[in-house]
T-cell receptor, first 114, second 115 residues
Framework: GAGVSQSPSNKVTEKGKDVELRCDPI?????LYWYRQSLGQGLEFLIYFQGNSAPDKSGLPSDRFSAERTGGSVSTLTIQRTQQEDSAVYLC????????????FGQGTRLTVV | GDSVTQMEGPVTLSEEAFLTINCTYTATGYPSLFWYVQYPGEGLQLLLKATKADDKGSNKGFEATYRKETTSFHLEKGSVQVSDSAVYFCALSDHGSGNTGKLIFGQGTTLQVKP
């Protein structure tokens, strides 16, 4: 596609429910990243994919968070048993290869847990 | 671990004023440094980058020089415009962290330019 596409753009969910956030990277980009942007914490790295594998999951805040990538393309970030502190904007980025190349960001999914 | 520290905002300037947004970093390896910008209602986009010491990144009138001796990458623009109003993020990507390309961001600095 023309850019990184994320869906939904907004999601309101009740505490305790599971949510899935989707990222469609730029075609041909092998590297994919998830970040979280919240008021108190700024922009935090969550997970990195190279192809379908995730060699760096160091930013996932708890075992309620997981992500997968299939076909070297679309990625899904899943948050189980959502908590109010999970409320944030979740950003996805992709690039051709990890080091020194420009990462292109999606518009993000704004998650609100009520 | 690696970290980036930016000056706190918001920064409010009049049009045509000189802009400096300070950024310093801590890294165990030899990072590449970036400035990203987030315009209102838009996604993050790369503004400029520098990959080694003494490199100068520049774009749209903005400049930043990679200073290893002071571990800094301050963003400057000689004459700001109202259209430069945005949130600016300094970031690093550490070559030593498995070459993943993951970005460590500063907290962001909001710039408001008044006509």
């Amino acid at each position: 596609g023309a850019g990184v596409s994320q869906s939904p753009s907004n999601k309101v969910t009740e505490k305790g429910k599971d949510v899935e956030l989707r990222c469609d990277p730029i075609s041909g980009h092998t590297a994919l990243y998830w970040y979280r942007q919240s008021l108190g914490q700024g922009l935090e790295f969550l997970i990195y994919f190279q192809g379908n594998s995730a060699p760096d999951k160091s930013g996932l805040p708890s075992d309620r968070f997981s992500a997968e990538r299939t076909g070297g393309s679309v990625s899904t970030l899943t948050i189980q048993r959502t908590q109010q502190e999970d409320s944030a904007v979740y950003l996805c980025a992709s690039s051709r290869r990890g080091l020194n190349t420009e990462a292109f960001f999606g518009q993000g999914t704004r998650l609100t847990v009520v | 671990g690696d970290s980036v520290t930016q000056m706190e905002g918001p920064v409010t300037l009049s049009e045509e004023a000189f802009l400096t947004i300070n950024c310093t970093y801590t890294a165990t390896g030899y990072p590449s440094l970036f400035w990203y910008v987030q315009y209102p209602g838009e996604g993050l986009q790369l503004l400029l980058k520098a990959t080694k010491a003494d490199d100068k990144g520049s774009n749209k009138g903005f400049e930043a020089t990679y200073r290893k001796e002071t571990t800094s990458f301050h963003l400057e623009k000689g004459s700001v415009q109202v259209s430069d109003s945005a949130v600016y993020f300094c970031a690093l990507s550490d070559h030593g962290s498995g070459n993943t390309g993951k970005l460590i961001f500063g907290q962001g600095t909001t710039l408001q330019v008044k006509p």
